[in-house]
């Protein structure tokens, strides 16, 4: 979680009454829920691909230990140096070390959302590193200071508008900026000469292929190729769980990954990179890092988690959940916002802290319905809020509510009576059939209106006729 | 909260041929200690619910979320208690969710049933993601004569109701609700029809406390011909 | 230290009481892809037809145009240029091939500046399923000019045009080839969806992609 930040609760208020918030989430979100819509509706195999794609994630969770060492052996090979780092502070150290034993005064990042995860954009900054972020998103939300909101589109909770105001604030040369296609233009221009001055290029990965030890980027924009080939190091930060067997296990996910992410059928740019330059090239970096973090991934792997490793980052899950498509990215708090989020964050940054995002979905089953890998996203939320309560980190309010509850529920002529009783006392707080106000009720009436219920219950009246027709 | 809903059930599966019993040791399906996290307490009520109905051919709920809980949950919760999950499996063999149950095991349809009016349908997330039901309210609803089904924009998507959550985070429900009371009101229906009281009970309040004329029934009580008298928060 | 930190929490978590079988694993890796076009999107037309209609598709923004030999890409250059009003200085990839073409009436250079107008490649295969380009880096073949022009022209020879993205996979990167530094597989011009989530070319690569097909 970010630090100093104010509870759930006030977070997600904030974010519903920003009512620019609201039109940007659904100018993106609404795009993009509609693309993949048309892109599965072309792919009569969609079903099985999902079968596909869950099972390879599967198997390579399954055999992660026999990946890594595979990778790392095809790596090295391929002339890479392969570091491990067991926590997110190492893998910070790592990438700093490498930048200053390189001598680097500007580094150029192509989006990571485990950069994000370990805080490498901080540490950066702490060793005094120029962070030039290339991706668009990316770049918009460096000039506004502000985290991503979405693992795919970080700059989500900006509208053109917003992002027109912060070009022309910054930009040496932004131009009249008229529409959409001129800020895209603007950009490419700041950035260019960014791209060829820089000592280090950063990438997160896609894949990391363990039979040829190759690292999978994809990109639409060309950013990650402008980052990883003119400077002389390219430093790759990938989470442990981005093994796939065999470039081919990599396509068959990639088909998977693009559709659902944006409905294209391929990014338009898919890069394999393997090694450092070679004798004769032109171009290509001279030294060529990977960083293999955990960060907590082995932790999740032996906590019940191990379905969640199989994420392959697409966002659909963001894009379709009534919640976040309220509150936006940033009201979670984590690194990784929405359904997979939810389940992520607890693990990351630990459950008394988020404890609310597991609780603050509706349980609607949209998230699982999408996700390409088959996560049981509901399901493993579940999990947490199980874990919340079994650690007693549930307010005392709720556990007191549930008891008496439950001391009712486990008595059925209790119940009957409680329930009896319950509806003649609505019927105090009624006016023409609805309840606008009711004490313990106020979570539900301060919105809507409550219908009141009938003045007996369905038990007094089935067995009140059943008597009858005696 | 509404009885009728109950009675237009037992009407309903007394048309499709089946004699009906209604246990009076039931209470509820344990749902909110489930969904809170609560795994012992639910246990418990799920034990007793596995009892009650022990004797019976099918268990049927007018409800997707609480046909859901059984089907699909009891089994989860006993998934370490081998004598109980076998208990748990066959209860969930054979309890249904009200619509479902009524076409797809019954092969029932209405005869004679009409209602002058123009409806949206909600598919509730439980029903539709858990138990598949989508297409079956909506053949059934097409044989009431004089019933009008139009497109509601976003049928399949939540309504922010969630059980517990629309308490525990009414703002964030409240945000939902409105989308969908909106979009319920975009189509000009006059009924709202869905198969989930929750959520039937969460988008009837939303629309009338944003004075919306639309009235909301279960789809069960258009079924048995008793859409007659008043809706969801009407009185008589 | 982290190396064996990290292996030996992946094998307790994983409960494993002796090493994996490297075996018994690639032959299930093998097994997951051995069904008969498992889950890939349907087709229509010849291999040509359906890569020209993926690429030509306006997700993908792709110009098409085709020649009978790669001796007529100069002349579909020319006209290229002609067309769009563009100046008749271009990058010609270090590639012999192309180097020996005839291009009189152009000035080439075989190295891409960071503010290229106009680059002309020849791809070293193409994959029909997405309309993707392919490339692998080499001495011949610098990766930038895949990137920094504005204008990317590319040569395709139709006989290198592979159905499924798993083709190229079984093709090229069999166990034992070695691998490129750097394989592109290009699919479109460069574009950005960071805006609102709406589609917009030239991002930081190239705007414009323009293949000429040869052979076939």
Not at chain 1, 25 to 34: L, M, Y
Not at chain 1, 258 to 271: I, N, P
Not at chain 2, 51 to 57: L, M
Not at chain 3, 49 to 73: C, N, S, W, Y
């Amino acid at each position: 979680m970010r630090p100093n930040l104010p509870p759930f609760q006030e977070r997600a208020g904030a974010a519903l009454r920003d009512k620019t918030l609201k039109l940007a989430i659904d100018r993106t979100t609404g795009t993009a829920e509609r693309n993949r819509a048309v892109a599965v509706a072309a792919w009569p195999e969609f079903q099985s691909a999902r079968d596909l794609g869950r099972d390879i994630r599967a198997h390579v969770v399954n055999n992660i230990d026999h990946y890594l060492v595979e990778f790392e052996r095809n790596a090295v090979a391929s002339g890479a140096a392969v570091h491990w780092a067991a926590t997110a502070d190492e893998a910070c150290q790592i990438v700093v070390e490498i930048c200053r034993k390189a001598g680097a005064k500007s580094v150029t990042r192509s989006k990571s959302m485990l950069g994000e995860e370990i805080g490498l954009p901080h540490a950066l900054e702490a060793a005094k590193i120029e962070r030039v972020e290339t991706d668009l998103a990316e770049h918009i939300i460096q000039l506004a200071g502000d985290p991503p909101s979405h693992i795919v589109w970080p700059a989500l909770h900006k509208t053109r508008e917003q992002v027109k105001e912060l070009f022309a604030a910054s930009h040496r040369d932004p131009g009249a900026m008229e529409d959409v296609e001129a800020m895209v233009q603007a950009a490419r221009r700041e950035l260019r000469a960014k791209f060829m001055a820089a000592d280090v290029g950063i990438s997160g990965a896609n894949f990391l292929v363990a039979d040829t030890g190759s690292v999978c980027t994809v990109t639409n924009e060309g950013n990650a190729e402008l980052t990883t080939t003119p400077p002389r190091v390219h430093i790759v930060t990938a989470g442990i769980e981005k093994l796939v067997p065999s470039t081919a296990h990599a396509m068959a996910l990639l088909r998977l990954l693009v559709r659902s992410a944006t409905g294209a059928e391929l990014t338009q740019y898919t890069t394999f990179h393997t090694g450092p330059k070679r004798p004769g090239d032109r171009d290509g970096p001279d030294e060529f890092h990977i960083v293999l973090v955990d960060n907590g991934r082995t932790k999740m792997l032996g906590d019940g988690l191990a379905e969640m490793l199989r994420c392959i980052r697409c966002g659909a899950c963001l894009n379709h959940c009534v919640v976040y498509r309220h509150i936006g990215g940033h009201a979670y708090g984590g690194t990784y916002p929405g359904p997979m989020g939810s389940v992520l964050t607890p693990s990351l940054d630990g459950l008394p802290a988020s404890r609310d995002l597991a609780h603050a979905c509706t349980l609607n089953g949209s998230c699982q319905e999408v996700c390409p890998v088959k996560i049981p996203l509901p399901t493993l939320l579940r999990g947490w809020r199980d874990r919340s309560w079994r650690e007693g980190l549930e307010p005392r309010s709720v556990r007191r509510a549930l008891w008496a509850w439950k001391f009712v529920a486990t008595r059925p002529a209790l119940y009957r009576a409680v329930s009896a009783f319950a509806v003649l006392g609505m019927q105090l707080f009624a006016k023409r059939g609805w309840i606008e106000s009711m004490p313990l009720a106020g979570g539900w009436t301060a919105h809507r209106g409550l219908p009141a219920p009938a003045s007996s219950t369905f038990m007094q009246q089935y067995q009140a006729r059943k008597r009858a027709a005696k | 909260m509404r009885p009728q809903i109950g009675f237009a059930a037992l009407a309903l599966l007394e048309q499709a041929g089946c004699t009906v019993e209604v246990p009076a040791v039931q209470t509820c399906c344990g749902q909110p200690a489930a969904n809170a996290g609560d795994a012992g307490g639910a246990r418990r009520i799920a034990r007793q619910v596995i009892t009650a109905f022990e004797g019976f051919d099918y268990v049927v709920a007018p409800s997707g979320s609480c046909a859901a809980t059984i089907k699909v949950q009891y089994p989860e919760l006993f998934a370490r208690e081998p004598a109980m999950h076998a208990s748990a499996m066959a209860l969930a063999g054979k309890t249904h969710e009200l619509l479902s149950f009524l076409w797809d095991i019954r092969h029932w349809q209405p005869q004679g049933v009409a209602l002058a009016a123009s409806a949206a349908y909600h598919d509730s997330c439980s029903g539709l993601r858990e138990l598949g039901i989508q297409a079956q309210p909506r053949r059934m609803l097409g044989k009431v004569d004089g019933l009008e089904l139009r497109p509601l924009e976003g049928s399949t998507v939540c309504c922010g109701f969630g059980g517990t959550f629309c308490v525990k985070y009414p703002a964030i429900s409240n945000a939902i609700a409105d989308d969908k009371a909106r979009a319920i009101e975009a189509t000009g229906a006059e009924i709202l029809l869905g198969g989930d009281l929750g959520c039937l009970m969460n988008m009837a309040g939303k629309l009338h406390r944003r004075g919306a004329a639309t009235r909301s029934f279960h789809a069960a009580e258009v079924l048995a011909g008793m859409a007659d008298g008043p809706a969801i928060g009407e009185t008589a | 230290m982290s190396r064996e930190r990290i292996l030996a929490a992946a094998r307790a978590a994983l409960g494993r009481t002796a090493p994996p079988d490297a075996a018994a694993i690639r032959a299930e890796a093998a097994t997951l892809l051995a069904g008969p076009d498992r889950g890939r999107p349907p087709r229509t037309g010849t291999l040509t037809e359906r890569f020209i209609e993926r690429l030509t598709h306006p997700k993908v923004g792709g110009t098409v145009e085709q020649v009978a030999m790669l001796t007529d890409l100069p002349r579909a250059v020319r006209a290229y240029l002609s067309t769009n009003a563009l100046p008749a200085r271009i990058a010609v990839q270090p590639e012999p091939r192309l180097q020996a073409l005839d291009w009189s009436g152009i000035a080439t250079h075989d190295g891409v500046a960071t503010d290229e107008i106009l680059a002309v490649a020849l791809a070293d295969c193409g994959i029909a399923e997405s309309g993707s380009l392919v490339f692998h880096s080499a001495p011949t073949s610098p990766t930038l000019f895949s990137f920094l022009p504005l204008h990317h022209i590319v040569a395709l020879d139709t006989s290198k045009l592979l159905e499924w993205l798993e083709d190229y996979a079984t093709a090229y990167t069999a166990a034992g080839q070695a691998q490129p530094r750097n394989v592109n597989i290009i699919t479109g011009a460069s574009g950005t969806t960071d805006i609102e989530g709406r589609l917009v070319r030239g991002a930081h690569g190239p705007g414009f992609l323009h293949v000429v097909l040869f052979g076939g």
